[in-house]
């Protein structure tokens, strides 16, 4: 069995400023994990993904993300928000092999104020 | 052009009409997926294809059937809509050379059942 939980459905920040989205996961194995970022009226594109080798993993337009088993969370951070950052961010994990153990967290709507 | 497109984009019907969606992908990969977001959910699992041949039940795929007509191509359609099939609807493909979860979405089709 596995979960994902992203702790804020909505996250605002100032531009410049860093950004933080949480996600915690359960897991009964060794779990990949994803974040996807939906833009308004996009589909789902990939930001970052770890598949069990470097713990820090980084991604598309400054994101990086840390797993870090013991906590079991995969936090998602940007050193400084730009403006286009503004959109919302989903948290996935996947059980390799297996196109039906791939759970979605509910979502973090991240806001950029000017 | 987007490798996956989907048709329509948007779609209002009455409950009881059928509707089909349609998704074709220029991307060149066996594994087709359908997928449903509704907000605070996430997104859920409806069905799921690894070639032409195959077809899988996802998560939620009741009141729900595909078809997959060429390696390109998979419908999804509602025989008899209802009001609570109000949602917007991902197509997504992926190789199995890459990890599982590692999906390319298209831009959705909203569906609104009146």
């Known amino acids: 069995a596995q979960s994902v939980t992203q702790l804020d459905s909505h996250v605002s920040v100032s531009e410049g400023t860093p950004v933080l989205l949480r996600c915690n996961y359960s897991s009964s194995y060794s779990p990949s994990l994803f974040w996807y970022v939906q833009h308004p009226n996009k589909g789902l594109q990939l930001l970052l993904k770890y598949t069990s080798a470097a713990t820090l993993v980084k991604g598309i337009n400054g994101f990086e993300a840390e797993f870090k088993k013991s906590e079991t969370s995969f936090h998602l951070t940007k050193p400084s928000a730009h403006m286009s950052d503004a959109a919302e961010y989903f948290c996935v994990v996947s059980r390799s092999g297996s196109a039906r153990q791939l759970t979605f967290g509910s979502g973090t709507q991240l806001t950029v104020l000017p | 052009d987007a490798d996956v497109t989907q048709t329509p984009r948007n779609r209002i019907t009455k409950t009881g009409k059928r509707i089909m969606l349609e998704c074709s992908q220029t991307?060149?990969?066996?594994?087709m997926y359908w997928y449903r977001q509704d907000p605070g959910l996430g997104l859920r699992l409806i069905y799921y294809s690894f070639d032409v041949k195959d077809i899988n039940k996802g998560e939620i795929s009741d009141g729900y059937s595909v078809s997959r007509q060429a390696q390109a191509k998979f419908s999804l359609s509602l025989e008899s809509a209802i009001p609570n099939q109000t949602a917007l609807y991902f197509c997504?493909?992926?190789?199995?050379?890459?990890?599982?979860?590692?999906?390319?979405f298209g831009e959705g089709s909203r569906l609104t059942v009146l």
């Open positions: 997504a493909t992926s190789d199995p050379g890459l990890p599982t979860g590692e999906l390319f």
């Open positions: 991307k060149g990969h066996d594994r």
